[in-house]
């Protein structure tokens, strides 16, 4: 199975991830230039597809990351991949994107195992999702995702971008405190999951905040 994953919940990343060959990861692109996700996408993923001989046809689902994260780098990547999926023809599939580091941490580590993921939210706030790991075993979403202080995170250790911000306030793992959720590992976590029958979720964001954007109220009348 070949898939396309996007993530642009911190990163704009994108991936050409497969399951039936030697080498998982057939093409891979990312930029940490959040003010130009909408810019770049499209064409790294043009690129990805012609640097590998491949085309839309020869995909078997796009997966994008949802979410948490901000509003407009988060909307960049999911419309590109609904867009993506609508014309080309293919399943289109959701995934947390705190997963993917998830999944990395899961890796990293040979026993069971509770810890946190959290990323930056801004705001003095991070994004974070609590998971358990049994050994052997691919990590499950136990509580989250959620927004708030790190001071109020749960006494675990905690994996991820918001963890090296607040090294200070929680309990930091070092290797991991710089961590952003990428393509890759997202892409790699959707296919054991598939290849396990599990179903994925839709590609509806998880914003957590309002959009910062207002409505202009209406106009003052001028004396």
Do not use: C
Request: charged share 20%.
């Amino acid at each position: 199975m070949l898939i396309l994953a996007i993530d642009t919940s911190a990163v704009a990343s994108a991936a050409l991830v497969s399951d039936d060959s030697l080498e998982s990861v057939v093409g891979y692109f990312a930029t940490e230039d959040t003010r130009s996700h909408a810019e770049v996408l499209a064409p790294g993923i043009a690129k990805l597809l012609s640097g590998a001989g491949l085309t839309g046809a020869d995909l078997d689902a796009v997966v994008t990351g949802v979410g948490p994260g901000p509003f407009t780098g988060l909307r960049s990547g999911i419309v590109t991949a609904r867009t993506l999926a609508n014309v080309w023809g293919k399943p289109l599939y959701g995934m947390m994107s705190l997963d993917a580091i998830a999944l990395e941490v899961a890796e990293s580590i040979d026993s069971a195992a509770e810890f946190l993921v959290a990323t930056d939210a801004r705001r003095r706030e991070v994004y974070w999702a609590r998971y358990t790991l049994a050994a052997g075993q691919l990590p499950k979403l136990a509580d989250g995702p959620h927004v708030g202080f790190a001071s109020e995170l749960p006494e675990l250790p905690v994996y991820g971008a918001g963890a090296g911000l607040y090294a200070d306030q929680v309990r930091a793992v070092a290797g991991f405190a710089e961590r952003q959720p990428e393509a890759v590992s997202l892409g790699q976590f959707a296919l054991a999951r598939l290849a396990a029958g599990e179903e994925l979720p839709d590609t509806t964001p998880l914003y957590l905040r309002e959009s910062d954007a207002q409505v202009p109220g209406p106009r003052k009348r001028a004396l």
